[in-house]
């Protein structure tokens, strides 16, 4: 009897134990939400030493955490709106316009993103494509793919619960580019782009 009250007692007090053990491990734990938004996006850009236009699209989920810290993860596609001339190259005295869209995966981290005004970082890696506009020169190779890189850092307003107006400045790495009139500095450069954020915070 005493050795049966003995192993039930014991039974009863490993059970926690037993519980905790069973606990799955969690990337992230405590008070976390979650949301997304999507985005058009606008600005300008530098493309073999021209300015041009810029438009596109972004989109992320968000990961929010407690102190107001958040990580969005998400993609962004972008393309140049206006044409640029090509480099040190021309066809019967006319320097022919290119143009180019580049995009990928985007990882963000937004500081305190509960503030009126807030700050964040980012980065794209990915890939795009230079072309030549004009579809009747009369060239083997008419567009090329790239690698691209491109870091940044944005400040965010918050204007309503479900509307957010981002700015951000960034720096685009090419690498891999061989179409003729272009190069990997000609493709990299730096660009301002403003977005309307429309999702759940």
């Given amino acids: 009897m005493i050795r049966a ?3 039930s007692l014991l ?10 053990a069973q606990q799955s491990e969690t990337l992230f734990s405590g008070d976390v939400s979650h949301g997304g938004f999507g985005s058009p996006v606008f600005g300008v850009t530098s493309v ?23 990580i969005n993860v998400g993609g962004g596609w972008y393309r140049t709106e206006s044409g640029f001339g090509a480099v040190d190259f021309s ?12 995009g990928g995966f985007e990882l963000e981290y937004v500081n305190r993103s509960h503030k009126l005004i807030h ?25 090329d793919q790239y690698f691209a890189v491109q870091p940044g850092v944005n400040a965010h307003m918050n204007i309503t619960n479900w509307f957010r ?9 090419a690498d891999g580019a061989s179409l003729q009139g272009t190069s990997n500095s000609d493709l990299s ?3 301002a782009i403003l977005g309307l954020r429309f999702g759940k915070f």
């Avoid at 700050?119 to 060239?139: K, N, P």
């Fill in 91 to 102: 066809i019967n005295s006319e320097t022919p316009e290119m143009k180019t869209n580049y």
């Fill in 119 to 143: 700050y964040g970082a980012q980065v794209m890696i990915g890939g795009g494509t230079a072309q030549f506009r004009d579809s009747d020169i009369d060239l083997e190779k008419q567009s």
């Fill in 5 to 7: 009250t003995s192993l």
């Fill in 11 to 20: 039974l009863l007090l490993s059970l926690p134990m037993i519980t905790l």
């Fill in 165 to 173: 107006i981002s700015g951000g400045i960034y720096y685009r790495f």
């Fill in 189 to 191: 450069g730096t660009s």
């Fill in 48 to 70: 073999n030493g021209e300015a041009s236009y810029l438009r596109g699209t972004r989109g992320a989920w968000m990961i929010k955490f407690q102190n107001g810290h958040a």
